[in-house]
């Protein structure tokens, strides 16, 4: 199992949130990237933050409308994401499953039976990073979306191997399988 970040990792991020099909732009080689993982037997979700739903810049219809042209993108070569979890929350809400806390990953490894401590969550944000360290899942960071910003201003960032992209985690979660 990989979980994975959306924005950032996936997609590129438009100012603060993706909130429409349209602003979602695929980051170079990320699709191609699920794809191998797939194909080389690998489950893969998703984890996101969509506070942009609380805050009214779009619906849960809106976000579902952004997966579908993730998840079409993907079938187009073969693949398709095992689970999509989100949370729609804002900050202020204290929910669980808002990242940096771990309930999206609880739910996760509740539903597809893994060991937590065994899956990488490969993200592009502190909270990615705290969240699969709450959850004693294994943290991975990438320089595309926040990484860069991330590895600048936080300390706890410095000990969690970090890849130039989805695509280069990917190439070298194969290599060393």
């Given at each position: ?22 602003g979602w732009d695929p980051i170079p080689g990320s699709i191609e990237a699920i794809n191998r993982l797939k194909k080389a ?15 009214g810049l779009y619906s849960e219809m809106d976000l579902q409308k952004i997966h579908e042209k993730m998840q079409h993108m ?104």
């Open positions: 199992m990989i979980i994975l970040d959306r924005d950032g990792v996936i997609n590129h991020i438009a100012d603060d949130d993706v909130t429409s099909v349209d037997g690998y489950l893969v979700t998703i984890a996101s933050n969509h506070s942009g739903i609380a805050r993907l079938s187009a070569r073969g693949a398709s994401l095992d689970g999509i979890y989100f949370c729609p929350h804002g900050p202020e809400a204290n929910c669980i499953c808002r990242k940096p806390k771990p309930g999206l990953l609880f739910q996760i490894a509740k539903q597809f039976k893994i060991d937590l401590s065994i899956t990488p969550l490969v993200g592009d944000n502190i909270s990615d990073i705290q969240a699969a360290k709450m959850a004693n899942a294994k943290p991975v960071l990438v320089r595309t979306g926040k990484g860069e910003y991330v590895m600048q201003n936080f300390p706890e960032a410095l000990d969690v191997p970090v890849y130039d992209d989805l695509a280069h985690f990917v190439r070298e979660t194969l290599r060393h399988r």
